[in-house]
């Protein structure tokens, strides 16, 4: 039986990024493209045609966090692709029936050399590849592991700097990175149907705060500050000691009700400043409001479940530090409360994308991002919120407006602590109670009818075979899960078989699973195929008849 093809709709941007792919000749292309724009399926897609073009070819992802290592995952499998996200340096060769890896910047940097040799003329994807430089040896890492692959494909969703090192296999105009092809917020709005246009309620505060030389210091939003006092200013204002951040979550639990009357799965997320910061807020929503709350942070090791089961979900609300920011896909967030003291340009955008992404069916897509009003912050949402008039108003190509990136530094926080704050409202053009400004955004919803219809075939295997929904062949039925779900329940059920041999047996479990590897033809379960596993547990179960 021949490959079943997928069906897939590209979107206008989708299919041009496509081309001009196919047309360079360098092995670096860089992709810019706002969240919620679709950069995964544009990279599984680029990956699919290359790997049908190069047979044998390994495709390697590299993600920033962990979670989205099984988001990657998930969605290229969609397509025929499968690619182990469990996978570590100490595993061995990678199983004949999986076409490459999705890895971390954080692995890379422990097992360069090991991912140099899977890497090898291989298709790799670079997603947010600004998280090389976030320290110099990941860069150096990165150039290690990948100097070999036949073309690196490097993904971001906004336009970066480099403020300290060149990040590897970018191409820089002055200290701007140049994008071989860029898809900006305004031009996504313009096409319609693509991203939500996002509304931005500024509030204003009155804080006051002891710094670190013992000095009391008072100030609003709008008294011009030096950097470290500007830091602390919105410490103070975010700090769960005053009445500034309670007043803001009181206004956003109110505006998500609202949503949640027309769309009854809409959540919203609070990004906090640290993990206690991140449980605080919890806390005060359960108890002030009560309503559920998931808590997603890095010190916890279930954090991932959490984030699929609440985009799976119906609860309101999601409070993380970084581990929602940034690639998460959660298309039914559609508020958000930014309350962290990381006000660089390039982390504002990509949160904010946490709140973009478009739901179809769902008639009016306003999303709301709740910020403090300080000048930077003030600076980028305004640049935001231009693009998003011009293109509601006059539905043309617009490129993205770019700010001077500014760096947190907290400075010395020893003595530091907060006397009160009290939020007050916004003088800006995004006040509550103004959001109508714009024209209807119904006007933007999508067209069936546009983009590309192509037909992808599942990519060949190193070995030539094709593997469809997990099998080793095509024709075996599809039952939803994808290859290294399949896996993973074959791995645990032989576990289970020898932990029964053990048992009836007496032998040590290493010369147990030495025997089923010598039977099903493998070293190892970790690179066993589907079809080994299969044969492992099969002569596994017939052992155990025997008793």
């Given amino acids: ?149 036949a073309m690196r494909l490097s993904l971001s969703g906004t336009p970066f700097r480099s403020d300290t090192a060149a990040i590897p296999f970018v191409d820089y105009q002055l200290d701007e990175a140049r994008a071989d092809y860029e898809y900006g ?85 609070v990004i906090a400043a640290d993990q206690e910061h991140a449980k605080g807020i919890a806390e005060l929503l359960r108890t002030r409001h009560r309503v559920k709350v998931v808590v997603a942070t890095s010190d916890d090791p279930d954090a991932s479940d959490h984030i699929s089961r609440f985009a799976a979900g119906t609860e309101p609300w999601i409070v993380a530090v ?14 958000a409360v930014f309350a962290t003291t990381t006000t660089t340009e390039l982390f504002f955008r990509q949160a904010v994308g946490r709140v973009v992404r478009w739901t179809n069916g769902v008639p009016d897509q306003r999303a709301y991002f709740f910020v403090p009003d300080d000048p930077r912050l003030r600076h980028h949402a305004t640049s935001m919120a231009e693009q998003r008039r011009h293109s509601l108003r006059k539905k043309q190509e617009d490129r993205e407006e770019r700010g001077e990136v500014e760096t947190d530094d907290e400075g010395q926080m020893s003595l530091f602590s907060v006397i009160g704050s009290v939020a007050t409202e916004s003088t800006g053009h995004e006040a509550p109670g103004v959001f109508g400004a714009d024209p209807d955004t119904r006007a933007l919803e999508g067209d069936d009818d546009l983009g590309v219809e192509v037909l992808l075939l599942p990519p060949p295997l190193p070995d030539g075979r094709v593997v469809m929904g997990g099998a080793d062949d095509d024709s075996a039925p599809d039952d939803g899960m994808t290859l290294r779900q399949k896996k993973t329940q074959l791995r645990d059920a032989n576990a289970g078989v020898v932990n ?43 052992w155990l008849q025997r008793f």
């Fill in 1 to 149: 039986m021949a490959a079943r093809p997928t069906r897939l709709r590209l979107r206008p941007w989708q299919k041009a990024a496509l081309d001009r792919l196919a047309a360079t000749s360098s092995k670096d292309f860089l992709a810019v493209a706002t969240p919620g724009a679709g950069k995964t399926t544009f990279a599984v897609t680029a990956a699919v045609q290359n790997l049908s073009d190069h047979p044998g070819r390994r495709v390697v992802v590299v993600a920033p966090t962990s979670h989205l290592k099984f988001q990657w995952a998930a969605s290229a499998a969609k397509l025929g692709l499968h690619l182990e996200p469990a996978w570590a340096a100490r595993d061995g060769v990678l199983p004949a029936d999986m076409h490459g890896i999705v890895t971390t910047y954080q692995q890379v940097a422990s097992s360069s050399r090991e991912l140099a040799k899977l890497a090898a003329d291989a298709f790799v994807i670079l997603d947010e590849i600004h998280h090389a430089g976030d320290d110099r040896a990941w860069g150096e890492a990165v150039t290690t592991a990948f100097g070999g692959a």
């Fill in 322 to 335: 970084r581990m929602v920011s940034e690639g998460v896909d959660v298309p039914r967030l559609r508020l």
């Fill in 185 to 269: 917020y305004g031009d996504a709005l313009g096409d319609g149907g693509v991203v939500r246009p996002v509304y931005f309620p500024r509030i204003g505060g009155f804080m006051e705060w002891v710094d670190a030389g013992g000095d009391t210091v008072a100030a609003t939003f709008d008294d011009e500050l030096d950097r470290e006092r500007s830091n602390q200013r919105l410490r103070t204002a975010l700090s769960l000691e005053g009445q500034w951040l309670p007043t803001v979550l009181d206004q956003a639990v109110e505006r998500l009700a609202e949503l949640r009357q027309e769309h009854p799965e809409a959540g919203g997320l």
């Fill in 500 to 542: 029964e041999l053990h048992l009836a047996t007496g032998q040590p479990r290493a010369q147990i699973n030495n025997e089923l590897n010598r039977l099903a033809g493998c070293n190892s379960v970790t690179e066993a195929t589907l079809a080994q596993l299969q044969r492992r547990l099969d002569h596994g179960r017939r």
